[in-house]
């Protein structure tokens, strides 16, 4: 009697289903009001620095929460099993970020080694990393647990 192989199965990069629409509410209603509570707080500094500009932040706040939804929306549909295929190299990869803001300069504070300044796009690596850490703990504690 021949035995079956067992051959691993690849599950697709992208599982379309359904979206918890209670928490998409209470995020969106959580967006509105702070995007509402940001334009009422930032109009001087908004007028001061945009030349009488009232909405100017706001506007500027409200395509990078648009861009922040679009994100959630796609990678809320990002199938699990690649997340934990692959943590460790997102791990190692966010060390190597922490690792590398060491050597760029930041012109207004030469001291400070927090950011990664490229051309007019910074960002902290430690935001990353704060993802990539719960990433690969969840990781880990799901496989030995």
């Not at 209470?26 to 500009?53: N, Q, R």
Request: hydrophobic share 55%.
């Amino acid at each position: 009697m021949q035995k079956k192989q067992r051959t691993a199965i690849r599950p697709p990069l992208f599982q379309f289903g359904g979206i918890d629409v209670p928490f998409l509410i209470i995020l969106c209603v959580l967006l509105v009001f702070g995007l509402v509570m940001m334009y009422s707080a930032s109009i001087p500094t908004s007028i001061a620095e945009h030349g009488g500009d009232a909405s100017a932040m706001f506007i500027n706040q409200l395509k990078f929460a648009g861009i922040g939804v679009v994100a959630m929306l796609v990678f809320s549909q990002v199938n699990t099993w690649y997340l934990k295929k692959y943590s460790v190299f997102i791990f190692v990869f966010g060390i190597l970020l922490l690792i590398a803001a060491f050597f760029f300069d930041n012109p207004n504070y030469p001291d400070f080694h927090r950011w990664i300044i490229i051309g007019s796009f910074s960002f902290q690596p430690s935001e990353l990393m704060k993802f990539f850490l719960i990433l690969e703990l969840s990781a880990v504690m799901e496989t030995y647990h």
